[in-house]
C-alpha cells in the first residue's frame, strides 16, 4: 500500500520561511512524477509545484515562481517544498501527491494517483 506522508507545516509570519516534506513508503520511489497541491478554506485545490521521476524537470504555479522549491531525495522517498517569502495567501493545507506511472515532465494536468493527508501552514500578516 503506497503512502504519503507530509510534514513541515505550521504558523509563521508573512515574510518568513517553512520547508514541508513528504516521505513516501510501500512501493519505490525514483522514476514517480510528485507534486504539492494546496487547498484554503473555501477553495478547490490546486496545484502548487511538480517535479519529474529523475527530478531533472519542475513546474510551479505562477503565484510561486521564485519564492517556492521543489526538490526530491530518490535515496530517502521524499520530496521537498522549500518556501520563503511566505505571503497570508500561501495560507492553506498542503498535500503531497505521486503518480502511479514513471514520467520524465510533470504539469498542473498531470494525474496523480495517490496522495497524502496533509500539512497545515498558516501565515500570519
Known amino acids: 500500500q503506497v503512502q504519503l506522508v507530509e510534514s513541515g507545516g505550521g504558523l509563521v509570519q508573512a515574510g518568513g520561511s517553512l520547508r514541508l516534506s513528504c516521505a513516501v513508503s510501500?512501493?519505490?520511489?525514483?522514476?514517480?512524477?510528485m507534486g504539492w497541491f494546496r487547498q484554503a478554506p473555501g477553495k478547490e485545490r490546486e496545484f502548487v509545484a511538480g517535479?519529474?521521476?529523475?527530478?531533472?524537470?519542475?513546474f510551479y504555479t505562477n503565484s510561486v515562481k521564485g519564492r517556492f522549491t521543489i526538490g526530491r531525495d530518490n535515496a530517502k522517498k521524499m520530496i521537498f517544498l522549500q518556501m520563503i517569502s511566505l505571503k497570508p495567501e500561501d495560507t492553506a493545507v498542503y498535500y503531497c501527491?505521486?503518480?502511479?506511472?514513471?514520467?520524465?515532465?510533470?504539469?498542473?494536468?498531470?494525474?496523480?494517483?495517490?496522495w497524502g493527508q496533509g500539512t497545515q501552514v498558516t501565515v500570519s500578516s
Open positions: 501527491a505521486a503518480t502511479n506511472y514513471y514520467t520524465d515532465y510533470v504539469s498542473p494536468s498531470t494525474p496523480y494517483r495517490y
Open positions: 517535479i519529474s521521476g529523475n527530478g531533472g524537470s519542475t
Open positions: 510501500g512501493r519505490t520511489f525514483s522514476g514517480y512524477g
